[in-house]
């Protein structure tokens, strides 16, 4: 091994369809002294980023390449966000890093990046070969592998599989699919909120073991793949009602139920003294998370939608309309019906006065 090569950081790939854990096992690698000193790039769909408020409270290089999927549209940015962290490193404008973890969006197929890896004359004289880390939703994941095709490619580029979830009762006829998918990748099954670490990242997949793996295949992509596929994020000014919220999610999920890829928000709740976290995949509603203290100093919610054919205005429209009516019909207003705690969502827990729906959430 040459001096030079010595010199070359280990990078993981984190990847993983919409929902499946990317972030959190990212959060949590980043906690852990095995990847403490990690560079993170991470690349949301959208202009307003969730995950790197998140995770930005846990390593201070986080860059964020918004507004495109790695895969396709913004491929020259992995380029210029590579050099970008390598000039500040070198004029010791960020901290020294030792490694890299690049995290890619939930319906990028990791090919392309990963070619661009090997190639890019920067990358191939300061980064390791990359190893792939792929997250699989253990709930989902069979149902996305067999209608997402790129799911099925974030499977098979893998070195390692962490199927995610398994807490909440994985598909147990989901292992010996990613068998098929990728039979060489180590596969794991964890609970990505509880297990430690070093169990949901056997030893293979520790950071200061990367070198040496895998050779990756040329791109077949094209951008037109994410033709029906659009994010949205919404930015609101002021509280919202957490009832009536509850009751619009349920409403807009049972309606449009597969299309919703994916709903992430940090909400700004009336009456809740930090934010609360909000996660959506598909049909399965996660259980909010109360955090103690804003990312940063704006306190407006964000909510990112990830949507197949749906048009994201008629969303923000029907929750600004949802919650407006919520708002007017208060505690004693008297004019909505009560739904049923089951209809009004398990968010809510409790009978709610239903707010007038627009036609469009109507089944
Ligand atoms: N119970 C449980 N929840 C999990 C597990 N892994 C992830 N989650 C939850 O699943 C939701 C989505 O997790 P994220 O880490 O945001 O998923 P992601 O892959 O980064 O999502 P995108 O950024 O949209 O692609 C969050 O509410 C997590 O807390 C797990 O193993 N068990």
């Not at 009560?338 to 009978?351: K, V």
């Amino acid at each position: 091994m040459t001096g030079r090569t010595a010199e070359r950081l280990p990078v993981v790939v984190l990847t993983g369809f919409l929902g499946s854990g990317k972030t959190t096992l990212l959060s949590r690698m980043l906690a852990s002294p095995d990847f403490a000193d990690s560079a993170v790039i991470i690349n949301e769909l959208g202009d307003v980023g969730i995950d790197q408020d998140l995770v930005r409270m846990t390593s201070e290089t986080v860059m964020v390449m918004p507004g495109g999927c790695v895969c396709c549209s913004i491929r020259g940015d992995v380029e210029r966000a590579l050099q970008r962290l390598f000039d500040d490193r070198d004029a010791g404008r960020i901290p020294p890093f030792r490694r890299l973890v690049i995290e890619t969006t939930g319906i990028a197929d990791p090919q392309p990046l990963l070619v661009t890896l090997r190639v890019n004359p920067l990358a191939a004289s300061r980064l390791a070969p990359a190893m792939v880390v792929t997250v699989v939703d253990g709930i989902l994941g069979r149902d996305t592998l067999a209608t997402e095709v790129e799911a099925a490619s974030q499977v098979a580029a893998a070195d390692a599989i962490v199927v995610s979830k398994r807490d909440l009762g994985q598909d147990e006829a989901l292992m010996p699919v990613l068998g098929d998918l990728n039979p060489w990748a180590g596969r794991r099954s964890a609970n990505l909120l509880a297990d430690p670490l070093g169990a949901i990242l056997d030893g293979e997949c520790r950071a200061g073991a990367f070198l040496g793996h895998f050779a990756c295949q040329p791109s077949t992509i094209s951008s037109s793949r994410h033709g029906d596929i659009r994010s949205h994020c919404l930015v609101l000014d002021e509280a919202l009602d957490w009832t009536a919220f509850g009751v619009w999610m349920s409403m807009l999920l049972h309606r449009h139920g597969r299309n919703i890829l994916r709903v992430k928000g940090l909400l700004n709740i009336e009456g809740a003294s930090g934010p609360v976290a909000f996660h959506s995949a598909q049909h399965v509603v996660h259980p909010p998370q109360h955090l103690t203290a804003w990312p940063g100093d704006d306190r407006r919610g964000r909510i990112v939608f990830i949507v197949r054919k749906i048009e994201p205005a008629l969303i923000e429209q029907s929750l600004k309309l949802f919650d407006a009516t919520a708002k007017v019909t208060g505690d004693g207003g008297g004019r909505g019906g009560y739904l049923p705690a089951a209809a009004g969502g398990s968010i809510a827990g409790r009978p709610v006065r239903r707010p007038t729906a627009p036609r469009w959430l109507k089944g």
